[in-house]
């Protein structure tokens, strides 16, 4: 059986502001949030540019909107992505859009697909304008969804040694706020409802973007809280709970 979730997902591609070494990792990642039922790219296929796109459309299924460029310094593409989604809409025959740019110019849709009750899912390079990010539900940087093998080595992301991370003032600061914000009395922390807290104030938080694949793995490798596995009940499931080195209190919550 399928473990695909029932969200209705169309997926609308910036040709000019993504890679297409990133395609087979960005449809896994989108099919972790539901099925892509539209699957579009945009941009000009007369030009050269986007010779790499060519090659994978068909092996993807993914449908290329032709946009031609009308005049030298204006982004056609953007007006046509954005009329299409707004097109796509209307129908009301989705629950979520992935919109994949690094432009800032889908900043304004983002918010009003947010504004329709919809899930917006962002996917761009680390260069993405900050407001364009905040504007999404959820944003991924398309580095992580690179193998080690991708020509562009810069663009791979490594993992992080602890001396780095402790170094992360950003990075500290939100983790230590969301085990605070999450914790019980005994300064106890579930790990899963961290994991909520940092995703509901900072839509771009990704452990990948670390170079680690989970957030259990993350806190592990930082070395700045306790951890503490429990029992679920009377299976043999196990949940994990953290809390901040700095926290005096004993482990048994005085």
């Known amino acids: 059986m399928s473990e695909l979730k029932g969200d209705r997902i169309a997926v ?7 890679q297409p070494s990133i395609i087979e990792g960005l449809l896994m990642e989108i099919a972790k949030f539901g099925i892509a039922h539209v699957k579009r790219i945009y941009g000009d296929w007369t030009l050269p540019d986007l010779k790499g796109w060519k090659e994978v459309l068909l092996q993807y299924s993914i449908q290329p909107i032709q946009q031609f460029r009308y005049t030298t310094g204006k982004n056609a593409t953007d007006s046509a992505m954005i009329i299409d989604a707004m097109d796509l809409l209307y129908t009301k025959n ?5 919109i994949v740019s690094s432009d800032s110019d889908f900043t304004k849709l983002a918010s009003r697909i947010r504004e329709a009750g919809l899930i917006t899912y962002g996917f761009g390079e680390k260069k993405t304008p900050e407001p364009f990010v ?14 080690k093998d991708d020509e562009d080595t810069n663009l791979v992301i490594r993992k992080k040694s602890t001396s780095d991370l402790k170094q992360d003032t950003k990075l500290v600061t939100m983790l230590r706020n969301a085990v605070e914000m ?15 807290s940092i995703a509901k104030r900072s839509p771009e938080f990704d452990p990948r973007n670390y170079g680690y694949k989970k ?6 490798a930082i070395r700045l809280f306790d951890t503490d596995e429990r029992l679920i009940g009377s299976g043999p499931s196990k949940a994990i709970y953290l809390r901040d080195k700095r926290d005096k209190r004993k482990k048994n919550g005085e």
């Open 134 to 147: 905040a504007a999404c539900d959820k944003f991924i940087y398309t580095e992580v969804l690179r193998t």
């Open 182 to 196: 999450s914790s019980d009395d005994g300064g106890w922390a579930h790990l899963a409802s961290v994991g909520s």
């Open 215 to 220: 957030l259990g793995e993350l806190i592990t």
């Open 94 to 98: 989705f629950d979520a859009f992935a």
């Open 12 to 18: 609308l591609i910036d040709a000019d502001n993504a």
